[in-house]
Antibody
């Protein structure tokens, strides 16, 4: 059974940093592109970042470019999102999602709150 | 402002057929497949339709997808109360300013 479990969310002040993790199991992690998608309170889904299976391709949404860094550890079946210079508007539930042509599996999400 | 455009809301009564639309452009829907996601209250999104019109295993055949040009649609027939949820379309976008995934703003479906 495919499982994606996010962790690392919490309350942080504007300008601060957080590192999110996503532990994957139940599939060959190294064969799939992985993504982060976020959802601000009461709002829709927003794609954040994508990383290909072998780290060859990495993409970011304009809203996070230069502040967030996506990475992965294929040996440890884990996906990461380093978030720096956080802003109030980054407050959201952050989901990791597996891609197999589409976002076919999602984690339960981890809440990031940026507030003073 | 979402790259893909969806109506904010839709509604129907049990048993009815409802359609949710998603409008994009040549760089996303016009050149890549469309996927649809269902998000029940307080839960993570779930893949509903992929490849424009394919249903993952376990998704009832009451749900169907279609695409024409730069627009796509999700149809739900035999509407049930448990279909009350938010629905999102998504597609890969090959735009010149950088490839990316794009979502619609979501459609809140109410079953009256």
């Amino acid at each position: 059974e495919v499982q994606l479990v996010e962790s690392g969310g919490g309350l942080v002040k504007p300008g601060g940093s957080l590192r999110l993790s996503c532990a994957a199991s139940g599939f060959t992690f190294s064969s799939h592109s992985m993504n982060w998608v976020r959802q601000a309170p009461g709002k829709g889904l927003e794609w954040v970042s994508s990383i290909s299976s072998a780290n060859t391709y990495i993409y970011y949404a304009d809203s996070v470019k230069g502040r967030f860094t996506i990475s992965r550890d294929n040996a440890g079946n884990s996906l990461f999102l380093q978030m720096n210079s956080l802003r109030v508007e980054d407050t959201a539930i952050y989901y990791c999602a597996r891609v197999d042509g589409e976002f076919d599996y999602w984690g339960q999400g981890t809440l990031v709150t940026v507030s003073s | 402002q979402s790259v893909l455009t969806q109506s904010p809301s839709a509604s129907g009564t049990p048993g009815q057929r409802v359609t949710i639309s998603c409008s994009g452009s040549s760089s996303n829907i016009g050149s890549n497949t469309v996927n649809w996601y269902q998000q029940l209250p307080g839960t993570a999104p779930k893949l509903l339709i992929y490849g424009d019109d394919q249903r993952p295993s376990g998704v009832p055949d009451r749900f169907s997808g279609s695409k024409s040009g730069t627009s796509a649609s999700l149809a739900i027939s035999g509407l049930q109360s448990e279909d009350e949820a938010d629905y999102y379309c998504a597609a890969w976008d090959d735009s010149l300013d950088g490839p990316k995934w794009v979502f619609g703003g979501g459609t809140k479906l109410s079953v009256l």
